[in-house]
């Protein structure tokens, strides 16, 4: 038997499927590829573009699948192909993987077309998550297509066929989402989380190709009809809804008390109070200029909310306090901390990274230097105190460094790039280094392997043991920007036990401190719950990994219109509440008495009065006035 | 004794619980061309399934060629040429693309031959498959199946839907290609005038039970027709052999088979005077094996 024939055949009966689908999976996101192109990004190189594609994917490999089987399985051409010395299984096998790899082709043709058109156009920046979304693209239409060419070789119908295998296919990939499956002590990462996600694309896939293949070679009909199969699937719908009212229970719509209503940007925490900056626009109308920005404090006395007006030297330095000014126009400050001395002066300590555009393009910038500065909030010229250069620290001036700056008590931890200084800040806001280390600290999420696993303890002789492990700990969980200063943030301790918390993308995972010797922090996985399907589709999970901290053994965590409560003081992570809201939560403070102070966007948007003249209008647009009111609200304690 | 091409041994077969097969035996000799008939739903297809390995039976057993059916299926295959009812093949391949693709499935096949057959059976290879004609496309199935010089051809009703001048066409072609070269030819059909000028051996398979197998010759000399008018206590039913009994005014017809002198004197005592014989055509010997009586209403009434 010579296999590369009925390779040909295979090929050539499904020639006009993949010609077409091929043609349909270019031709969808058309516009947009235009777009990039013109703009020098490469034909398909954004996430819309190759998106659309990768969406489609599985429900043309679906198509490809009934297509590849359809002409062989029709009753009288059954008995042509089955009468020549050929086995089934090898027959049916040579189809299967000639039409998968035909439909995996077609898969994989936008990104490898943008790959190549990047090249042409010497665009180098393709997002790398492009290629994870085809890797899912590409094991989710491994499942549409197997289950696809399974039911058609039962139902030999291609229509019916295509919609019984699709709807299976989403059945299975929604199934271990709204199970309320546990896989505690199983997923300890995203990385296990992935084997699983393997293994539900994977084990079904071969399971229906091998079903096929005794179909086939026995004979197997399945008669359909199309009352019957609606039937199926409007049950199938009514199952999922069912055990999707599990999750849907569990998320409330913000009940909010609006408390102020203005244009507040962000909190600070300052002296032990919260400082709210707002952008009051009082007198709009004849004159924009007639805006006025107020600055409160809001002072919280048993759980009364006051708003007192700011004191002049915090009036004035509102803007270093909430985006600290730099030294001139190449300097970027990268975060800040604010310390109150016993002379009731305010400091303000910031980290500026120095960036310059390289010659001859000035296409190219490079960041050099790191500065660690400290002014006096009180002295109306805002001088500088003290400055400590850190620039020596930098190891790659191409790509911006690794800061990560956190106070302990008069002390302050300026990490960049691995490495590392104690800077103790003294009675007049001077900065003076206490301990130096070169390349020894390591920051970000790590990914343990096993239910223990150790952490190095940060090799830091001016701090605490105490402290040394908490900032150890802290550290391991930063993944983005994580501006919290505060090192009881992510890792707290109960009753004597030191445990932490690690949000992913996929969920959250408890740890506990076990045991430590001089190097290693001993740590266990106490619990893993991984973010429900409905909480993947009411928000992006992969903001709550840098937006999410600790405070009474709570867990806040919040993305761009979800605030979710957890309660992690036990080894079992329970959610108390999952909260959305119509906009945007700019930011969140949890008050004393459990109570949630939300600085978040309102529905109340800014309008432009209909007496505005042109300019009036001009500077609105230009100061970004329409993104709509933002208040301050209340939400009452979620316990 | 010669060779048995396909010998089939109390061959069974249900579909669930339906019956199809009941304990079919058959021998086909070698280099013969073997008539199997039956009406449509008799069974003949799911036999020739079965010899094809196709599915397997219920119970029996079944060889072609000295190798079991259902054991060694790829290896009968490799030896046989088929040809199916109302056979379909790919729509979108042209003439040429299905005798390469085909070709591929067998080591001896002869592409030489396969151009000649081409010729022969008047196709063009430029032709794409869904284009031919319902006589072309028979003619393109025919020479699928005998392009790598089978020992034996199975036809299942080969020329169901033709009209009558391409099913005449059809069986010449037939009868020039195989009958000259010690091919063995297991021509199923229902239509008895097709098989009657080519068969030299017959089986008549009546509701999944052979009801007769012979050489066809011999099938016409035994099965004999007597015209007759009875006495009126004649009774026919102890008569063996007997197929059928017609009643037709004060005579009455009876058909028996394995026609001896005996059964004749027989039938000459319940005949109130002389009696007329006939020799019976193929399709009225099928007529009688397959709706004959067999006495029964006569014994009845």
Known sequence: MKIGRIIHQQVMQLRWHFLSCLGLLMALPIEEAFINLRDGHGFYVTGLSLGIPIVVAPLLAGLIACGNVQADLDENRFIFWRSKPVGVKTFMTIKYLVGLFMAFVVIASPVLFAIISCKFVQYERIELGIYQAMGNSLMISLLAYSLCFFCNTLVRKTARAWLIGMAVTVFLLLVPFVLPLNFKDVVSSFRYFSVIYLVITLTPSLVAFIISLVAVSRDWHLQTNLKGLLWTGASLIFLLMLLFTRQVANIKVLDEEEIYNAYPRCMKRIDGKLLLETQSIRELGSSPEKQTCENFYINIENNQIHFDTIDDPLLRYRGAIFAPEASNENEHATGNLIFKKNDGNLYIVSMYVNSRRVKPSRSQTVHENVYLRSYDLSNPKFEMVSEIDLSEFVENPQSWPDVVMRQIENKIIAIVNGSCVVVEFGPKGQLKVAEKLVRKIRVGPAYWKGKQFSVPIVPLESISLEDRIKLSLDLATVDGSYYLKDLSARVDKRDGQYYFIAVSESGITRYQVIGWDDKFIQCEIKDYRAFTVLEHMVDDTWKYKSQYFIKDGILYTYANKSLVVFDIRSDRIRKLGHYIRPKQIEDIEVLDNGDILLCAETEKGFRIPSDASSREVNYLVRSGCFTGKVCLSLLKNPK | ?301
């Open chain 2, 1 to 301: 004794m010669t060779e048995a091409a396909i010998e089939i041994k109390d061959l069974h077969f249900s579909y669930g619980r339906k019956k199809v097969l009941t304990g079919v035996n058959l021998d086909v000799p070698a280099g013969s061309i073997f008539g199997f008939l039956g009406r449509n739903g008799a069974g003949k297809t799911t036999l020739i399934k079965t010899l094809l390995g196709l599915q397997k039976p219920s119970a029996g057993k079944g060889s072609i060629l000295g190798l079991d059916c259902f054991e060694h299926a790829l290896e009968v295959r490799k030896r046989i040429g088929y040809m199916a009812e109302d056979q379909q093949m790919y729509g979108w391949m042209r003439v040429g693309q299905i005798i390469n693709w085909v070709a591929g499935f067998y080591p001896n096949w002869d592409m030489t031959f396969t151009d000649e057959l081409v010729d022969i059976l008047r196709l063009s290879k430029n032709t794409k498959v869904k284009a031919l004609s319902k006589g072309q496309n028979s003619s393109l199935a025919l020479l699928l199946a005998l392009g790598h010089h089978p020992e034996l051809v199975i036809l299942d009703d080969p020329t169901l839907g033709l009209d009558p001048i391409a099913r005449k066409d059809f069986l010449r072609h037939v009868i020039e290609l195989l009958q000259s070269n010690n091919v063995t030819v297991f021509f199923s059909s229902h239509l008895l005038y097709e098989i009657e000028p080519v068969a030299d051996h017959i089986a008549i398979l009546d509701a999944g039970v052979i009801r007769k197998t012979g050489k066809t010759e011999n099938l016409r000399d035994s099965v004999r027709k007597f015209l007759l008018s009875p006495k009126s206590e004649a009774d026919f039913s102890n008569i063996g052999g007997l197929l059928d009994v017609m009643h037709s005014g004060d005579s009455v017809s009876v058909t028996i088979e394995d026609c001896t002198d005996e059964k004749r004197s027989q039938l000459q005592a319940h005949s109130a005077n002389g009696m007329t014989e006939t020799a019976l055509n193929l399709d009225e010997i099928f007529e009688a094996y397959v709706i004959g009586n067999k006495g029964e209403l006569l014994a009845t009434g």
